[in-house]
């Protein structure tokens, strides 16, 4: 079975500190396709990211960047220089292809960003 | 853009009770879900529906029954409301049964049952 484990519960961090969210998978399938996604305190989760297992290539969108290695079954997630508004909960989500469509997401990263 | 709508977002019942959380997506979506969330359990999925009429439990299906009977609704019902069943429930809708897609999540609705 699928199984996503995000280690840390709460991160506080000073704003324009880095912060980074670790992500390790487990799946038997050599297909599989990995998120990210952010509840801000309003509730409701917002997608950020998807990645296939055949693309590791490491991505950047403004401040946010993602480090996949399949050698090590990690999807981490950085947030450089962070703002307030980066204050939430990300969830890290795992989808087999040869699965049952579902998606298994880890317990969250609570980040606090202080003022 | 995608738009999930759930009836409530805070809602108070009664132990016994029955209650119908319902979901609305605009998008034709096929696919629909619901969890719930707790602190420090993250996301479990409850029920899920691949099209209309047609469901599959989750990881924690006991206590609660679901109702597809047109595309754009996902109703969550618990027909005899518990305490251990507070808790924030999330609907969410996915486009085809790609495991590719990414899910569109409604605002959630936190229920508390007294």
């Known amino acids: 079975a699928q199984k996503v484990t995000q280690a840390q519960t709460e991160i506080s961090v000073v704003e324009k500190e880095d912060v980074t969210l670790d992500c390790v998978y487990e799946?038997?399938?050599?297909?599989?396709?990995l998120f990210w996604y952010k509840q801000p305190p309003s509730g409701e989760l917002v997608f950020l990211i998807r990645?296939?297992?055949?693309?590791?290539q490491n991505e950047i969108s403004g401040r946010y960047s993602w480090n996949f290695q399949k050698s090590t079954s990690s999807f981490n997630f950085t947030i450089t220089a962070s703002q307030v508004v980066d204050s939430a909960v990300y969830f890290c989500a795992l989808s087999e292809a040869g699965g049952n469509n579902r998606l298994a997401f880890g317990k969250g990263n609570q980040v606090v960003v202080i003022p | 853009d995608v738009k999930v709508t759930q009836s409530s977002r805070y809602l108070v019942k009664r132990t016994g009770e029955k209650v119908f959380l319902e979901c609305v997506q605009d998008m034709d979506h096929e696919n629909m879900f619901w969890y719930r969330q707790d602190p420090g359990l993250g996301l479990r999925l409850i029920y899920f529906?691949?099209?209309?009429?047609?469901?599959e439990k989750g990881d924690i299906p006991e206590g609660y029954s679901v109702s597809r009977e047109k595309k754009e609704r996902f109703s969550l019902i618990l027909e005899s409301a518990s305490t251990n069943q507070t808790s924030m429930y999330l609907c969410a809708s996915r486009s085809g049964t790609g495991p590719y897609n990414e899910q569109f999540f409604g605002p959630g609705t936190r229920l508390t049952v007294l």
């Open positions: 529906s691949y099209d209309v009429k047609m469901k």
């Open positions: 990645r296939n297992s055949f693309d590791e």
């Open positions: 799946t038997r399938d050599t297909t599989y396709y």
